[in-house]
C-alpha cells in the first residue's frame, strides 16, 4: 500500500479522541505485527493489546506523538488509544501481518 493513501486517510479517520486501528491480514495469527501510525496535528497514540476479551488491556511500547512504524510480537486482540488531540489532530494506525 503505498503510503500516500495512508497520509491522505490520516484526514478522514479520526476528529477529536479516538483513533482508528485497522488490521489487514488472515486470521491466523502471525509471528510479528507491523503498525504504521499517522499523526497530523498534536497529540498521542498508545498502542495496546491483550490476550483475551475479559483480559485487561496493556499497553505495547511508549506514546507516539509523531508518525511512526515498527514491529511487535504479535497479541489476539491489538488496538490504538488516541490522548490529548488537539482540535486539528488526525490519526490513522495500521496493522499487518509481519513475514
Do not use: Y
Request: proline share 4%; net charge positive; no cysteine.
Amino acid at each position: 500500500m503505498s503510503v500516500s493513501i495512508l497520509l491522505n486517510a490520516a484526514d478522514k479517520n479520526m476528529v477529536g479522541n479516538d483513533a482508528v486501528l485497522r488490521i489487514i491480514g488472515s486470521r491466523e495469527p502471525p509471528a510479528e505485527m507491523v503498525v504504521q501510525i499517522a499523526v497530523k496535528g498534536t497529540g498521542k497514540v498508545q498502542i495496546q493489546g491483550r490476550i483475551a476479551r475479559d483480559a485487561p488491556w496493556q499497553d505495547i511500547g511508549p506514546q507516539h506523538s509523531a508518525s511512526a512504524l515498527f514491529h511487535i510480537k504479535a497479541v489476539q486482540f491489538l488496538r490504538a488509544v488516541a490522548s490529548d488531540m488537539g482540535t486539528d489532530a488526525k490519526v490513522s494506525v495500521w496493522a499487518d501481518w509481519a513475514w
